[in-house]
């Protein structure tokens, strides 16, 4: 029986393994309740970073409160539990000393499982938030194969770690014809759309477009001509999630010949709450939006269908 892997990866505020293990094995059982077949093997795999920006984030907040203005600043806990996590989640991985950190933790957890991959197995991505972020960076940005990484032993050995997560994917790495092809991407609560700005306007060591772009036309051959599905989800409420079916062809033009991009909104208001959705108000709960999507029937009946 062939194989689906489905590789899970959280967001920002996502502090413990266990929890985050839980929940996303709530929707893969949903997403398995709504498949109503078991012809294929469902393998979750779970990559789990975020404990890695705990310290860095403690030591910034204690900096912020030790400031005398602090005590007089609006929305204290919205700034700490909510920005500070997201942006600083961010910056950290953007960096190279956290992203590094990130590669590993991917080796020693996650890299195993798809390269024991067979003949006829799959790969499908659900990615939340940052996850999507810091994934598509490990797989497609120019910066982790700068020769100068090879200047230090240790950054040399993160360039090689890279190369093997690209290698175990078909489309990418040394050997782009060999490797568990992706089967469809779906994405929760993305903040993607704004890290395009890092390239749109030229060249960056952070641009995902060049690779992403030859990743999905090889992908395109490999599936007989038939386009990557690709669903991104939206909570109206998420103030960091982003259409992207009107950004991807600004990135990779001619791309909707490779894949289809679903920008599905998650629920939709009705009249009597139309005067405060463009409010600060719904953003003040931003939070529980943006952890909607694991416990989302919409969520779970879309990617069953993919994987049905």
Excluded: C
């Amino acid at each position: 029986m062939a194989t689906d892997y489905v590789l899970f990866i959280h967001g920002v505020k996502n502090r413990n393994e266990a929890e985050f293990q839980k929940t996303a094995q709530g929707l893969l059982n949903s997403i398995r309740q709504s498949m109503k077949d078991n012809t294929r093997d469902l393998k979750p795999v779970f990559f789990f970073w975020g404990d890695l920006n705990v310290q860095p984030q403690l030591t910034l907040q204690r900096g912020l409160e030790a400031s005398p203005a602090w005590k007089g600043m609006w929305f204290q806990s919205l700034r700490t539990t909510q920005i500070l996590e997201f942006v600083g989640d961010a910056a950290l991985y953007l960096s190279r000393h956290v992203g590094s950190q990130v590669v590993r933790r991917f080796q020693e957890t996650a890299l195993g499982s798809l390269q024991g991959a067979a003949p006829g197995d799959r790969l499908h991505l659900i990615t939340h938030s940052m996850g999507t972020v810091i994934f598509f960076d490990i797989l497609f940005a120019s910066r982790w194969e700068d020769p100068r990484l090879d200047e230090d032993a240790s950054t040399r050995q993160i360039r090689q770690i890279v190369s093997q997560i690209r290698d175990a994917l078909f489309g990418l790495g040394a050997h782009p014809g060999a490797g568990l092809p992706v089967a469809s991407i779906h994405t929760m609560g993305s903040p993607i759309a704004l890290f395009s700005l890092l390239s749109v306007t030229g060249e960056s060591s952070h641009d995902l477009s060049p690779n992403l772009k030859e990743f999905l036309r090889r992908l395109f051959n490999l599936r007989q001509n038939k386009e990557l599905l690709w669903h991104n989800f939206i909570h109206p409420g998420d103030p960091i999630a982003y259409p992207l079916s009107g950004v991807i062809p600004l990135l990779l033009p001619d791309s909707q010949r490779y894949v289809r991009v679903r920008d599905m909104l998650t629920q939709r208001g009705n009249l009597w709450n139309t005067p405060f959705q463009q409010t600060l108000v719904p953003l003040l709960g931003g939070g529980d939006a943006h952890g909607s999507y694991w416990k989302s029937e919409l969520v779970a009946k879309t990617i069953a269908e993919v994987l049905r």
